[in-house]
């Protein structure tokens, strides 16, 4: 938003510190890699202060920066401040809901919350159906489904900016075909499941491979499972890696996979999707927005083993020719749905009209209205 000519300041609540946060690798993530080191950041450990100490701190910082609307990350805990903000100050203010938002753990006062925001923005059309009802959870979390005003509900996905789509896609090949994917090493993404679908092609194609990118508490499990279902040396986990070492080996595979059970937007399948692949994905989070099956890719659901090993099969059979054409609608496709130049103006326009209808229903932000009172310049 900054790079686009908005002023913007940032409430943390989190204890990393300002200049940065730290990522599931462990390692900071720099704001000066983004260019906006120096955005103004107030820091704020959330678990060492109270309710009040808290409102009373984001409120001065806001007032102090002539705030006119306030974006909050996720609607958990940044929404409950918001939307404490908001009562207290009038400005406006707008929701981003990721995955554990709504399908693993929901704010206690989602409702309230709701109500309160002119913008619930989750980051999938996937996640917006859950919360509506219109795909159902076994057992979904309080609150869900959501009842919304008509028009409040706004899906803004997360997105890259356009220079890091490639040029090209990655250079296929008939000898090898590594097959990729990325991840926390949990349940929910159901590694298993791509080691057992993969473990049935190795006889037709010899140069398979398998690697995992990521590290967590399955890597000694998913291991086991992949000598006993006899991958071996085809076989590997990374561990975890930084962004930039992710992105480097995601140019070094040929296929794709996510066989995650419920995601949010998995932003690691529109990387591969920037870098040129073709795509073999569960239904769940951004997926269904990532591919045009037979073009770029093959859908199936989460847990249908049979279904993903026959998304693998059709690929590594139409050779890599075909595979390298799949993967350059993937930058064609997810390029275009997914940049920062695409979402972003989706954004502002989210933006905007919580500015302008926080104005035209006479409910200024008290900073709004002494600027107004001694004539600044909006």
Not at 23 to 32: C, F, H, I, K, M
Not at 60 to 65: A, E, I, P, T, Y
Not at 139 to 157: S, T, W
Not at 268 to 296: D, K, Y
């Given at each position: 938003?900054?790079?686009?000519?908005?002023?913007?300041?940032?409430?943390?609540?989190?204890?990393?510190?300002?200049?940065?946060?730290?990522?599931?690798?462990?390692?900071?993530?720099n704001?000066?890699?983004?260019?906006?080191?120096?955005?103004?950041?107030?820091?704020?450990?959330?678990?060492?202060?109270?309710?009040?100490?808290?409102?009373?701190?984001?409120?001065?910082?806001?007032?102090?920066?002539r705030?006119?609307?306030?974006?909050?990350?996720?609607?958990?805990?940044?929404?409950?401040?918001?939307?404490?903000?908001?009562?207290?100050?009038?400005?406006?203010?707008?929701?981003?809901?990721?995955?554990g938002?709504?399908?693993?753990r929901?704010?206690?006062?989602?409702?309230?919350?709701?109500?309160?925001?002119?913008?619930?923005?989750?980051?999938s059309?996937?996640?917006?159906?859950?919360?509506?009802?219109?795909?159902?959870?076994?057992?979904?979390?309080?609150?869900?489904?959501?009842?919304?005003?008509?028009?409040?509900?706004?899906?803004?996905?997360?997105?890259?900016?356009?220079?890091?789509?490639?040029?090209s896609?990655?250079?296929?090949?008939?000898?090898?075909?590594?097959?990729?994917?990325?991840?926390?090493?949990?349940?929910?993404?159901?590694?298993?499941?791509?080691?057992?679908?993969?473990?049935?092609?190795?006889?037709?194609?010899?140069?398979?491979r398998?690697?995992?990118?990521?590290?967590?508490?399955?890597t000694?499990?998913?291991?086991?499972?992949?000598?006993?279902?006899?991958?071996?040396?085809?076989?590997?986990?990374?561990?975890?890696?930084?962004?930039?070492?992710?992105?480097?080996?995601?140019?070094?595979?040929?296929?794709?996979?996510?066989?995650?059970?419920?995601?949010?937007?998995?932003?690691?399948?529109?990387?591969?999707?920037?870098?040129?692949?073709?795509?073999?994905?569960?239904?769940?989070?951004?997926?269904?927005?990532?591919?045009?099956?037979?073009?770029?890719?093959?859908?199936?659901?989460?847990?249908?083993v049979?279904?993903?090993?026959?998304?693998?099969?059709?690929?590594?059979r139409?050779?890599?020719?075909?595979?390298?054409?799949?993967?350059?609608?993937?930058?064609?496709?997810?390029?275009?749905?997914?940049?920062?130049?695409?979402?972003?103006?989706?954004?502002?326009?989210?933006?905007?009209?919580?500015?302008?209808?926080?104005?035209?229903?006479?409910?200024?932000?008290?900073?709004?209205?002494?600027?107004?009172?001694?004539?600044?310049?909006?």
């Amino acid at each position: 938003m900054k790079n686009r000519g908005h002023r913007t300041a940032i409430v943390s609540l989190s204890s990393a510190g300002p200049l940065g946060f730290m990522n599931e690798s462990g390692q900071r993530v720099n704001l000066a890699e983004f260019g906006v080191e120096d955005v103004p950041v107030l820091q704020l450990e959330s678990t060492k202060l109270s309710r009040e100490s808290l409102l009373d701190q984001a409120l001065s910082f806001s007032r102090h920066h002539r705030t006119e609307l306030i974006d909050a990350h996720f609607a958990r805990e940044p929404a409950e401040l918001a939307c404490d903000l908001s009562t207290s100050s009038g400005i406006p203010f707008t929701v981003r809901m990721r995955g554990g938002d709504v399908h693993s753990r929901t704010s206690p006062r989602l409702a309230e919350i709701a109500d309160a925001a002119h913008a619930i923005c989750p980051v999938s059309q996937f996640l917006a159906d859950i919360l509506t009802g219109e795909r159902p959870l076994a057992k979904p979390p309080a609150g869900i489904p959501l009842h919304l005003e008509p028009g409040k509900l706004q899906v803004l996905p997360y997105n890259l900016p356009g220079k890091y789509l490639a040029d090209s896609p990655v250079q296929q090949s008939e000898e090898v075909q590594v097959i990729a994917s990325a991840g926390r090493l949990v349940p929910i993404k159901r590694f298993e499941d791509l080691i057992e679908a993969a473990s049935g092609l190795v006889d037709e194609f010899p140069g398979l491979r398998l690697l995992i990118i990521g590290g967590g508490v399955l890597t000694k499990d998913l291991e086991e499972k992949a000598n006993e279902a006899g991958l071996g040396h085809r076989f590997g986990v990374t561990g975890f890696k930084s962004w930039e070492e992710v992105l480097k080996l995601l140019g070094q595979v040929h296929i794709y996979v996510q066989p995650s059970e419920l995601e949010g937007f998995c932003l690691t399948t529109v990387e591969a999707a920037f870098q040129g692949l073709p795509l073999v994905l569960s239904r769940t989070g951004i997926h269904e927005e990532c591919v045009v099956p037979e073009v770029n890719g093959y859908l199936f659901d989460p847990a249908d083993v049979k279904s993903l090993r026959e998304g693998l099969k059709l690929l590594l059979r139409a050779g890599a020719a075909r595979r390298q054409e799949m993967g350059s609608a993937s930058i064609e496709i997810v390029g275009n749905r997914l940049s920062e130049e695409s979402v972003m103006p989706r954004i502002e326009a989210v933006f905007r009209s919580a500015i302008d209808a926080s104005r035209l229903i006479g409910e200024e932000p008290e900073v709004l209205r002494s600027r107004a009172r001694t004539g600044e310049n909006a």
